[in-house]
């Protein structure tokens, strides 16, 4: 074969270090803008992105040129630094080691960005634990429950 034909669409679910509520709804879009731009800038085609003060959710189209791990490695070190340059949070602004990852066909990307977009009025419902172990379930995926969060100590 000649050329690499490819539709992969991927969900992730970043978490802020120990869940804390810190992303401010002041400067999330932001935020987003400048993950939004690491995202493109590694050439994948941002679909939605959106989240609560405690995590973030992003849907893209991703190209086989980068490792999934790689690219939100990248993602997670860029934007914790752009807060912590920006002195966006009065603590040292970190991720939560890992993310979640969820693949889905072409059918289903409208409904996962009406999904994303509606972050606010599905956590009216759910707590973030809640959601993501229905995402797990759904995709699923096998997990100990002990592993999803790392708790503040």
Request: avoid cysteine.
């Amino acid at each position: 074969m000649a050329n690499t034909y490819t539709q992969i669409h991927i969900q992730v679910v970043i978490v802020v270090k120990y869940r804390q509520a810190i992303i401010d709804p002041i400067w999330k879009e932001k935020l987003y803008k400048y993950m939004t731009g690491i995202i493109q800038g590694a050439d994948h085609k941002l679909l939605a992105i959106n989240g609560m003060p405690d995590h973030v959710h992003i849907l893209f189209g991703m190209r086989p040129t980068q490792a999934l791990s790689k690219l939100m490695q990248e993602v997670k070190r860029d934007s914790a630094a752009w807060i912590n340059d920006h002195a966006l949070t009065e603590k040292r602004f970190r991720w939560q080691g890992g993310f979640g990852a969820f693949s889905y066909t072409k059918d289903l990307v409208p409904r996962v960005i009406r999904y994303i977009q509606n972050q606010e009025e599905h956590h009216q419902a759910l707590t973030m634990r809640q959601e993501y172990r229905k995402l797990l379930k759904a995709a699923g995926v096998d997990y100990k429950e002990e592993y999803i969060f790392q708790e503040l100590i």
